[in-house]
């Protein structure tokens, strides 16, 4: 049993966007065996890196209590979220985990509505928006992942007051896992116009970001939201330490 969180997490100093508490986001999607979680968990304790900011790690459901534990035990800054929600509540919905199911771990926040959810799984913005709600509902703080061309259209199924709840994942789909990330100049624009319709919500990057291209990410947008380069423990210890 832990201590789970209610408090909803915001940056500091929203108001006029400063980046110097920034949001740093691990993805593992479906990587890792329960040894290279343990591996991960070794590399980044031994750099343990200090944070001025936030990083958090989504492992996949399996592994949300080891990696609790660790971060309990080690004392690590490190937050836990996961890589999806149910959209339903607790209930006859077979294979779908539930934010009832979570209740006893700290989880901050939850990766919802990513473009691999979207392609492979068919997700559709309403179903994102159910999720964000039972998010926000059970103290959970949801990283909506959108990408230009339905941005709007996942804001316009959110109530107002969700979407001020959020943290927006910009992630443009062909940046995610190419190596082809989105040049940092080309990103502020479209971060401009999804502020300009989301409203004052913090908002980050992801797509291929790695230790050349993170600072100028965080110099447009308040954090990043990185698998490939976060899925080695010491490596993804030094991207936490450039940033912060
Ligand atoms: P990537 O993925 O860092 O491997 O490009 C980003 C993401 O899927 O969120």
Redesign the pocket.
Same mark, same amino acid.
């Given at each position: 049993m832990h201590d789970t969180l209610t408090r909803q997490w915001y940056p500091e100093a929203m108001s006029d966007h400063t980046f110097s508490t920034p949001l740093i986001v691990a993805?593992w999607?479906s990587h890792k065996t329960w040894d290279e979680v343990g591996e991960w968990l070794s590399a980044y304790q031994a750099a343990k890196p200090t944070t001025t900011g936030t990083v958090a790690v989504a492992p996949a459901f399996p592994f949300l209590e080891y990696v609790a534990d660790e971060i309990e035990e080690a004392d690590l800054d490190l937050q836990l979220a996961v890589q999806d929600l149910s959209p339903f509540p607790p209930g006859a919905y077979t294979g779908a985990v539930s934010t009832a199911n979570l209740s006893d771990l700290p989880i901050q926040f939850a990766i919802l509505g990513? &473009?691999?959810r979207r392609r492979y799984f068919h997700e559709t913005n309403q179903e994102v928006a159910n999720k964000v709600d039972l998010a926000i509902e059970a103290g959970i703080t949801p990283i909506v992942?959108v990408d230009e061309p339905y941005q709007l259209a996942q804001r316009a199924a959110l109530s107002p007051q969700a979407v001020s709840k959020c943290v927006v %994942?910009y992630?443009p789909v062909e %940046?995610?896992? &190419?190596g082809l990330p989105q040049p940092a100049e080309e990103a502020a624009k479209v971060i401009e116009r999804i502020r300009e319709d989301w409203g004052d919500v913090p908002i980050i990057y992801?797509? &291929?970001?790695n230790e050349e291209n993170l600072l100028s990410y965080l110099k447009v947008c308040q954090g990043v939201?990185? %698998?490939?380069?976060?899925l080695d423990g010491a490596e993804f210890a030094k991207l936490v330490k450039m940033a912060l």
């Open positions: 993805n999607k990513h &473009s691999e992942c %994942a992630e %940046a995610i896992g &190419s992801g797509g &291929s970001v939201l990185v %698998a490939t380069h976060s």
